[in-house]
């Protein structure tokens, strides 16, 4: 049965910027303080099937009161928006996919980067207009699914020196199975160039980030221009329909200082 109580939606408070040259944790391992969600058919803040909890200290997504997944895609916002930094994390697939998820879906989720604001979604959108750092999990049948690819809603890049409008392009990664941890690093220098990292290694890299093209529905027309400048916005964690854990977010804050005003 899934649940129906009504969760307040609380909105994002003024957070300290995270200081230069030092990594600070975003999940704090009890709860979900500085995040917020944001799942298709609700309004920002509200998540009344739990979708994203803390179990064990492990930042959970999980479908266990939903009766059908029913395209309820859904992302949880941190506060504070960036344009450089170098994020990290470590996550792993569990369990079975939602009832109801599409099959592409399965072992399907990613960390969303230069997220349009939440608070600009409409209920019915499907995703953030942002770049998608894509993690895939093996199927088991022998066939390569590398991870850490780059997923484009709503958005454009330059790859290899030519713009591109393919919605996902393959990292050179390797295929993990099972239930085993992955660590990923992302590191975005604004609209210039965002570097995908698996277990330490580079798995690509790709600029010249702008908004426009497809695979986004649901949003606000004027928030998708085409060829607009993306170089900032919003780290978003992903519910895609399989249940995924995350632990160890930090984000080492890369922006560049701001000299003292001369006297």
């Known amino acids: 049965m899934r649940k129906t109580a009504v969760f307040l939606v609380v ?26 969600p944001k799942i298709r058919g609700y309004e920002w803040g509200e998540d009344p099937a739990n979708t994203f909890r803390v179990e064990d200290g492990l930042l959970t997504v999980s479908y266990a009161d939903y009766d059908d997944f029913n395209n309820q895609f859904g992302h949880l916002f ?5 344009s450089h930094y170098r994020l990290r994390l470590e996550y792993r697939f569990i369990g079975e996919q939602a009832p109801g998820a599409p099959a592409w879906a399965f072992k ?13 979604m409409p209920a019915a959108q499907d995703f953030p ?12 049948d022998g066939k390569e699914r590398p991870t850490a690819n780059m997923c484009s809603p709503g958005t ?10 393919t919605h996902c392009v393959p990292a050179s990664s390797p295929t993990f199975h099972d239930d ?20 330490g290694v580079e798995v690509m890299s790709y600029g010249g980030i702008t908004t426009g093209g497809g695979v986004v529905s649901g949003h606000r027309p004027e928030m998708k221009p085409e060829g607009k400048v993306l170089d900032a916005g919003y780290i978003s964690l992903q ?18 200082l701001t000299p003292p005003a001369v006297q």
Not at 110 to 120: A, C, E
Not at 129 to 140: P, W
Not at 156 to 165: A, L, R, S, W
């Open 129 to 140: 207009i942002s770049i998608e750092v894509q993690f895939l999990g093996g199927l088991g």
């Open 11 to 36: 909105f994002f408070t003024c957070m300290p910027a995270l200081a230069q040259n030092q990594w600070q944790p975003l999940f704090n391992g009890t709860d979900l303080t500085g995040w917020q």
């Open 239 to 256: 519910s895609e329909g399989h249940p995924i854990q995350f632990r160890n977010i930090e984000l080492l804050n890369l922006e560049p």
């Open 180 to 199: 085993q941890w992955v660590k990923i690093d992302v590191v975005v220098s604004g609209d210039y160039q965002i570097s995908h990292f698996v277990n």
């Open 78 to 82: 941190f506060a504070t928006p960036y």
């Open 156 to 165: 454009h890049i330059v790859y290899q020196g030519e713009f591109t409008d």
């Open 108 to 120: 399907n989720s990613g960390v969303m980067v230069h997220s349009q604001d939440p608070r600009t």
